[in-house]
Each structure stands twice: as structure tokens, then as C-alpha cells.
């Protein structure tokens, strides 16, 4: 683990805050780049784009303090002194993040799925990026392995599974899918579905790297993120429902299946 990249002095360059920033920066680019190809300006596409990064940051920060009440005991003014007492939380972000969409993108008279879309293309990138930089921290820990893949954590005994390399590879191989259908069916897909899945895919690699973990955050006994991945995980099932037209294309399909059956049950009928 690497958790400092550089140290001056009394200066220190971190690890995860130099991958979040490369994330921040990345998806940035992302979201200008698609959202730019629609005609839109520069001017709001950036308004957008700081607005959304400081709620999610904002957001992450909150959370938490609120879900670490140990550390901020003493003062609460500590929750400002990030560099002193680090710490973001993933749900914060999102709900940031959710919150920024929902109270700016009408007041700024844009097209909330395009940016939605564009939001969502690049969330494979940022779990990447984020991951570099967890792994290298050591933050999140995983449960004890025999695996070969199994790697040392901090403070404890044994190897773990390294969880944010799964991460990693799981974004890998979402977004390689994501650009694929993006390239090839850029023109048929309807606008919405690439956040949706987006979406979708970050709450099935919660739910994923939740059986590996063994830091997950409980409330009264309750995981709260196998409840709130699973909400994220099944919540974008029914709008890709209606985007996707998933009725009319089962229609098709079994009326397709059918007219096969019904073409070989006559062939067998004339071969006898």
C-alpha cells in the first residue's frame, strides 16, 4: 500500500486525494465531450459540472462525519479540516450527487437525460480512478482469503481480498461494455438508458463488493449498503423497462420463436 504519493516536508500528496481529483477531472472531460456534441454551451455544461462535484463532495464529506461521530466529537469545526481528519463516504456522494441533479439541472434549462446520460458514461471511469486510489490507501479492507490475490491490510492479521481491485475490474469491464453499445447502437438507443444502466451497475458492484467487505456500514443491526445498493441495483429496472420497450421486443421475440415452431411442426407434418 501507498498511501502517501509525495511528502515535503510537512506537505503531503495522498494517494486517494491525487486518484479523486484525476476522476473529478476525467469525468469532467466526459461529460463536456458528450454533452458538447448536443450543441450545448460550454458556459452550462460547466455550471453543471462544478455544482454536481461540490454536492457530491459536500454530500460525502457529511455523511461521514455523521456515520464517524467519534472523530468529530470534540469539534465539529474538524468536519473542515479534511487534510487533517480525511474521510468521504460513497453514499454522500451519490446522494449529493442525486440532490444537485434534482434542484439544478431545471433551473438551469437543460436537458436532464442527456446530462443524465452523459453523467452515466462516465461513472465507469471515476469507480476506476477511485479504486487506484483506495487500493493504494488501504481504506476499505477486505475479509480474510486463502486466494492467491489476497493482500496484506493494515493493522490486521492475514491476507484480505484486495476489494478495490474488484472494483476496478468491474468498472473495467462495464465501461468497455457501456462504450461498445454506445458506439454500435448510438443512434438507437434511447436517451436515458446509459444513466439508467449506469446506475443499475453501480448498485450491482455495491452489492457485489458487499460480500467480500467486511467494513460495511450497519444501522440497528441493518446493512445499510446491501439495503441502499439493492434499492440502486432494482430502482432503474422499470424506466429501462419503458425506455427499452421491453414489452414490444418479448412481443416480437415469442411471436418470432412461435412462426419457427410453427414453420418446423409443418415440415415435420409434410415429411410424414
Given at each position: ?17 491525487v486518484f479523486l481529483s484525476l476522476a473529478i477531472i476525467a469525468c469532467s472531460f466526459v461529460v463536456w465531450r458528450n454533452i ?95 479504486s487506484i486510489g483506495v487500493f493504494l490507501d488501504g481504506t476499505i479492507t477486505g475479509k480474510v482469503t486463502g486466494l492467491p ?124
Amino acid at each position: 500500500m501507498l498511501p502517501v504519493l509525495l511528502k515535503v516536508g510537512p506537505f503531503e500528496l495522498s494517494a486517494y486525494g491525487v486518484f479523486l481529483s484525476l476522476a473529478i477531472i476525467a469525468c469532467s472531460f466526459v461529460v463536456w465531450r458528450n454533452i458538447r456534441n448536443y450543441g450545448y454551451s460550454d458556459d452550462k455544461i460547466f455550471d453543471h459540472l462544478v455544482i454536481t462535484v461540490l454536492f457530491g463532495l459536500i454530500g460525502a464529506r457529511i455523511f461521514f462525519a455523521l456515520t464517524h461521530p467519534e472523530i468529530y466529537r470534540l469539534s465539529i469545526l474538524r468536519i473542515f479540516l479534511i487534510w487533517q481528519f480525511p474521510g468521504l463516504a460513497l453514499w454522500g456522494a451519490v446522494i449529493g450527487v442525486i440532490l444537485a441533479f434534482s434542484l439544478f439541472t431545471a433551473t438551469l434549462k437543460i436537458p436532464y437525460l442527456y446530462y443524465f446520460d452523459a453523467y452515466g458514461l462516465s461513472l465507469p471511469l471515476a469507480v476506476m480512478f477511485i479504486s487506484i486510489g483506495v487500493f493504494l490507501d488501504g481504506t476499505i479492507t477486505g475479509k480474510v482469503t486463502g486466494l492467491p490475490l489476497g493482500f496484506p491490510a493494515v493493522g490486521d492479521i492475514g491476507k484480505h481480498h484486495p476489494v478495490a481491485l474488484y472494483s476496478f475490474l468491474l468498472a473495467f469491464i462495464f465501461g468497455g461494455v457501456l462504450f461498445s453499445l454506445r458506439t454500435k447502437f448510438r443512434q438507437k438507443i434511447a436517451v436515458g438508458v446509459v444513466g439508467w444502466l449506469a446506475m443499475s451497475f453501480l448498485g450491482l458492484t455495491i452489492l457485489s463488493l458487499a460480500l467480500v467487505r467486511s467494513d460495511l456500514l450497519y444501522f440497528n443491526g441493518i446493512s445499510v449498503d446491501l439495503v441502499l445498493g439493492t434499492i440502486l441495483f432494482i430502482g432503474p429496472w422499470g424506466p429501462l423497462y419503458l425506455k427499452l420497450h421491453t414489452h414490444a421486443l418479448i412481443k416480437k421475440t415469442v411471436q418470432k420463436i412461435y412462426g419457427k415452431f410453427h414453420k418446423l411442426k409443418e415440415d415435420l407434418h409434410e415429411i410424414s
